[in-house]
Every structure is written in structure tokens, then in C-alpha cells.
């Protein structure tokens, strides 16, 4: 694969006039482009009746799914699909409330290079995780990792065209958060990886995505969510042991 900067895309919504503006001066110096996100609150669902599974969400994990959330999957959704139809090799994507740590290009570059098999790396996962396996040293300091578990946050991610081509038959059903979905390796059949330590993070400003409150459950469906939780880990150990 080229070492060469990826394009980036930073999803922003049209209106958010102060993020687009600090994300311009984080960005200064790098090519990017800014990408109109989905505004779950606008979004007429009748057009995406077909694609529609939320209650799943409310059975696993007890909340239903936030309009955000729905805006936030179709707007990573529609990235894809722009590199699948342009065949960008590789991209980076980014939320308008990230911030770059010292040495980004460095790292980038690093991974480009690194003779490890990847399909997507988290660039800024939320926290350190226990991790499974150290592929390649990047900066001295930051490593090329996987992780023994699932780990969320779509902040910041590097992704090829392989995976977004993936992620558009995978992620078509609307069901989850995007940094759920995406991460489900053992299912998707994708190699995910991450920066350790980060080398993008969260701003720290409010979001503006916001989760529902605890919705009430059956009991038939806290047991069919048992059910999954137990089959989706012995899938996931299993997908362990044979990588």
C-alpha cells in the first residue's frame, strides 16, 4: 500500500459553523474535505423503512436507538459507498470533534507501511484495553494493536476499500450504534486493529449525539438477550482462536 496521506473526510453537520471552523484550524496543512453528515433528528425514516431494525438495540442493550445515532451510522454508511464508487483505496474519517496528537502524518504514515494485514485501525479508541497481540511499533512510543475485546469509538478510524465495501452490506440493516457494528470482527469478518496510545482524541466539547434513556424490557426479552450475549462471545473466542 502507498504511504501517501489518505484523503480525509470529516463528517459535520451543514450547520455546526464553530466545529467546522475548529476542525479547519486542526487541520491546517493536511488536504480534507468535509463531509454533510446525516441529521438523525431531520431524517424522514419512511425512506429508510426497509432498512429499519432498532428494536434490536432495545433488546440487547435496553435503550432505543437515538435519531443521532441513526444519523451517525448513515453518515460513516454513505462514506463508504463514496469510496466503493470512486475506488478510493484508503481513507481516513473523522467526527468534527476530534483533535489531532503530535505526530498524526507520522503515524499514519507508519501504518501505511507496516507489514500487517488490516482492514480498519481505530485511531482513537476511548480507553487502553487489555491488549492481545503488539503487531508493529509506529513512533517509538505508539504501537499497532489488537485488542482482546470489542472496542468502540468512531472518532477517528483508517479504513480500506475491502472494508467499506464489507461495511455496506453489513451495516445496511440500521440496528446499532456504528462503532458496535463496526467493530464486530468476529462476524464481519474484518481485521480491526488500533493505535496504542491514541493518536486522535475527543475534543471534550458536548456532544451532539445523545443516548435515550433505559427502556423498559420483557422478560422474554432480557433471555433473548442473554441468549445472544452468550453465543456472540463463544463466536468471538472461537474467531480467536483460529486467528
Not at 425512506?47 to 453518515?75: K, N, V
Not at 443516548?211 to 442473554?226: F, G
Request: with cysteine; glycine share 6%; net charge positive.
Amino acid at each position: 500500500m502507498s504511504s501517501a496521506m489518505p484523503p480525509i473526510f470529516v463528517i459535520s453537520l451543514a450547520r455546526d459553523v464553530e466545529r467546522r471552523a475548529a476542525m479547519r484550524q486542526e487541520l491546517a496543512g493536511f488536504d480534507f474535505e468535509f463531509f454533510d453528515a446525516v441529521d438523525g433528528n431531520a431524517l424522514d425514516e419512511s425512506a429508510y423503512r426497509r432498512r429499519m431494525q432498532t428494536d434490536w438495540w432495545r433488546i440487547m442493550r435496553g435503550r432505543e436507538l437515538a435519531p443521532g445515532q441513526i444519523g451517525c451510522l448513515l453518515s460513516n454508511w454513505l462514506i463508504w459507498q463514496r469510496m466503493v464508487e470512486a475506488g478510493t483505496p484508503c481513507a481516513i474519517v473523522l467526527q468534527d470533534d476530534a483533535r489531532l496528537e503530535d505526530g498524526f502524518a507520522v503515524i499514519i504514515e507508519e501504518i501505511m507501511k507496516a507489514d500487517v494485514e488490516w482492514d480498519i485501525v481505530n485511531l482513537a479508541p476511548k480507553r487502553q484495553y487489555r491488549i492481545d497481540r503488539m503487531l508493529a511499533v509506529l513512533d517509538g512510543v505508539r504501537w499497532l494493536v489488537r485488542y482482546r475485546r470489542r472496542f468502540g469509538g468512531a472518532v477517528g478510524y483508517l479504513i480500506r476499500l475491502e472494508a467499506a465495501e464489507a461495511l455496506l452490506h453489513y451495516c445496511w440493516r440500521i440496528r446499532a450504534p456504528i462503532d458496535w457494528l463496526y467493530a464486530e470482527w468476529w462476524q464481519n469478518g474484518l481485521t480491526f486493529l488500533a493505535v496504542d496510545p491514541a493518536i486522535v482524541r475527543h475534543a471534550g466539547v458536548p456532544p451532539t449525539i445523545t443516548t435515550r434513556p433505559k427502556a423498559k424490557r420483557t422478560v422474554l426479552e432480557h433471555a433473548a438477550a442473554a441468549s445472544y450475549r452468550l453465543a456472540d462471545w463463544l463466536r468471538r473466542c472461537q474467531a480467536r482462536k483460529s486467528s
